[in-house]
C-alpha cells in the first residue's frame, strides 16, 4: 500500500492565548499526600501510560481536550491551551525536539485516511508528515525522531458488536455481553469475550514505520496475529517491541523486532496453565523490558523485567491489594508505581483502590551463601508500598494511567473520584507539618 506524502511546514495552527489556570489543590484525607486537579476540561486525555509526555528538557508535559492540545508547566502545573484544534488525536511528544505529534481523520468517518502532524510545542506551527490508510493506528516514536511506528489491519472488526459509543463517564469501550444461559458478565470478562472474538478472527495485520521527514512508509511484519501495543526502545532507534493482543493466558504476547524485520524475540515463554503477562513498557535507560505478571492468572502477582541485553530476569512479588492496572517507573528507576484495580478485575482486590509507590527491595541470600547456579536465576524481589491517592470512588473502566514527573516528585493520573474525568497530580513527599 503507498501512502500520499505531504512536503514541510505548510499549516499554521491557531496559536490560544497564554493565559495559565492555577490547579486546585488539597491533601487526601487517607494518605496526607498532597493532590491537585490539573484540568477537568471536556475531553481531556493525559496520554496512555507507555506514551511520551514531557518535552526532551522536561519543562511541559502536553494533553488533549476537546479543544484541542494543552500543556501544563511540571514545575508550577498551571495549565494553559496550546492548540485550539478540535477533533485532533495526540499522541505524544518528541523525545529530542519540542514537539507534539497528533493525528487527524478525514471527514467521511472510520473510512477515511488518517493524517500524521507535528507541532512545534513553543510556536505552535503545524507541519503534515504523512496520510496513513483508514484504520491504521500511529503508536510510537523511535528514540531519535526519525521514525513512527504503526499498525494496521486489513479489515475493521468493532470489539463490541453494535455499540453506541462509549461510556460517557470514562470515555472507555462499555463492553457487554452474555454467559450462554443469558446471564450478563461483568465488564471485565465481557472484554476478555470480545478479545477473544476479535483474536480468532485472524483478520492480516501489518506493522510499519513512517520516515518522519519524508512520510516514506515500509514494512517490518505481517502476520495474522493480533498486533498491537508498540513501543520503540528510548534508545536503540531501530529496535521496536509489540504484542500478539487477545485474552493473555492465550498469546505469547511480549515481543521484540528490528525495523528491517530481523531479531525477532519473544520475551515471555509460559510455564503455567493460566499464566499471564502483559502491559508492557521499557525502562527510561531502554535495557529492561517491565510488565505485569501472574503465576497463575489472578492468584500470584509479579512486576517482571526483562533486560534486552542478557535475558536477565528480574521480579518483584505484589500482594492481591497492590495488583494494579498499569506500572511505571521513575526516571532515575528507584521508585515504581501502581494505579489499583477494583474488585471486578483480575486481581479481584477487596481493598485495591488506591494509587501506589513502590519502593523495591532484593530478596537477599540467607547468610552471604549463594546458589551456584545464582546468576542464571530469577532475581526476585517485593514491594515496599506506600498509598499515595485514595481511589475508593474510582469507576476502573476509566484506567488511571498513572505516570512519573520528569523530576521524580509527582505521579500524574487520570480519574473520575469527583465525579468525572479529570487530570491530576499527587506529590510522592508528604507536606511538612
Known amino acids: 500500500m503507498r501512502n500520499t506524502v505531504f512536503g514541510l511546514s505548510i499549516a499554521l495552527a491557531v496559536a490560544a492565548p497564554s493565559i495559565a489556570a492555577a490547579p ?241 524475540t519473544k520475551v515471555h515463554t509460559r510455564t503455567m496453565n493460566m499464566e499471564i503477562a502483559g502491559h508492557e513498557f521499557w525502562s527510561p535507560d531502554g535495557k529492561t523490558i517491565w510488565y505485569d505478571l501472574q503465576t497463575p492468572r489472578g492468584e500470584d502477582f509479579w512486576l517482571a523485567g526483562y533486560d534486552v541485553a542478557t535475558a536477565k530476569r528480574r521480579w518483584y512479588h505484589l500482594e492481591r491489594n497492590e495488583w494494579s492496572v498499569h506500572y511505571n517507573v521513575s526516571a532515575d528507576q528507584t521508585l515504581f508505581s501502581g494505579d489499583g484495580g477494583d474488585s471486578e478485575m483480575v486481581a479481584h482486590a477487596p481493598d485495591g483502590k488506591w494509587m501506589y509507590l513502590f519502593r523495591p527491595k532484593p530478596v537477599s541470600d540467607v547468610a552471604g551463601i549463594r546458589a551456584d547456579n545464582a546468576d542464571s536465576l530469577i532475581e526476585a524481589g517485593t514491594f515496599a508500598a506506600e498509598k499515595l491517592v485514595d481511589m475508593g470512588k474510582q469507576d476502573y473502566k476509566l484506567e488511571p494511567n498513572a505516570r512519573f514527573s520528569p523530576d521524580g516528585k509527582w505521579l500524574i493520573f487520570r480519574a473520575n473520584i469527583e465525579g468525572k474525568a479529570a487530570i491530576y497530580a499527587v506529590e510522592i513527599a508528604k507536606p511538612r507539618s
Open 24 to 264: 486546585a489543590s488539597w491533601i487526601d484525607a487517607k494518605t496526607g499526600h498532597k493532590v491537585l486537579r490539573l484540568s477537568d476540561a471536556p475531553g481531556n486525555y493525559a496520554l496512555y501510560f507507555n506514551y511520551n509526555a514531557y518535552t526532551p528538557q522536561g519543562d511541559l508535559m502536553i494533553f488533549q481536550t476537546a479543544d484541542g492540545i494543552s500543556v501544563a508547566d511540571t514545575k508550577t502545573w498551571a495549565v494553559r491551551s496550546l492548540l485550539h484544534r478540535p477533533g485532533a488525536h495526540l499522541l505524544f511528544a518528541g523525545h529530542k525536539t519540542r514537539t507534539a505529534y497528533f493525528s487527524e481523520q478525514a471527514k467521511g468517518g472510520d473510512d477515511a485516511p488518517i493524517t500524521i502532524y507535528a507541532a512545534d510545542i513553543d510556536t505552535a506551527k503545524v507541519r503534515k508528515i504523512a496520510v496513513v490508510p483508514k484504520g491504521s493506528r500511529i503508536d510510537t516514536l523511535n528514540a531519535d525522531e526519525t521514525l513512527l511506528g504503526g499498525q494496521v489491519a486489513s479489515r475493521d472488526m468493532p470489539l463490541q458488536p453494535n455499540a453506541a459509543g462509549v461510556d460517557i463517564k470514562t470515555g472507555q469501550t462499555a463492553y457487554a455481553a452474555n454467559w450462554p444461559d443469558g446471564r450478563p458478565m461483568v465488564y471485565a470478562d465481557a472484554k476478555e469475550f470480545r478479545l477473544n472474538q476479535r483474536l480468532d478472527a485472524k483478520i492480516p495485520m501489518e506493522i510499519f514505520t513512517i520516515d518522519v521527514t519524508t512520510g516514506q512508509r515500509r514494512s517490518v511484519v505481517k502476520a495474522t496475529d493480533w498486533l498491537n501495543h508498540l513501543q520503540f526502545s528510548p534508545t536503540d532507534s531501530t529496535l521496536l517491541m509489540y504484542c500478539h493482543e487477545g485474552p493473555w493466558h492465550r498469546v505469547d504476547r511480549i515481543w521484540t523486532i528490528r525495523t528491517d524485520g530481523s531479531q525477532m
